[in-house]
Nanobody, 124 residues
Framework: QVQLVESGGGSVQAGGSLRLSCAAS??????MGWFRQAPKEKREGVAF???????GYADSVKGRFTISQDNAKNTLYLQMDNLTPEDTAMYYC????????????????????WGRGTQVTVTS
């Protein structure tokens, strides 16, 4: 079992920045990802980091968002810059055990551990 707790959400004006954090009860051997869900929309992948440190991003956030981790603190981060109203959503941290296998990247279906989310609201 992995417990995930997100923090760092809030309200910001367009063009601003936020940094989300995800504290994990376990971290090694897990592929970690950030996902978001806007009202009446499907949950979508935003960014991920695999156990070998490789990262990936949704096209909509490339160049604006950066995923990183602090293994010593079992914490995942998402730095979000140049935010737009379209980034408004509930943001979730997620994990799945990788064990040398594939990381499911931005595929929601591959993750079996989820946090409760943190709300990000971007005003114009």
């Amino acid at each position: 079992q992995v417990q995930l707790v997100e923090s760092g959400g809030g309200s910001v004006q367009a063009g601003g920045s936020l940094r989300l954090s995800c504290a994990a009860s376990r971290y090694s051997n897990y592929c970690m990802g950030w996902f978001r869900q806007a009202p009446k929309e499907k949950r979508e992948g935003v960014a991920f980091i695999s156990t070998d440190g490789s990262t990936g991003y949704a096209d909509s956030v490339k160049g604006r968002f950066t995923i990183s981790q602090d293994n010593a603190k079992n914490t995942l981060y998402l730095q979000m810059d140049n935010l737009t109203p379209e980034d408004t959503a509930m943001y979730y941290c997620a994990a799945h055990r990788q064990n040398g296998g594939r990381c499911y990247g931005l595929d929601v279906r591959g993750y079996n551990y989820w946090g409760r989310g943190t709300q990000v609201t971007v005003t114009s």
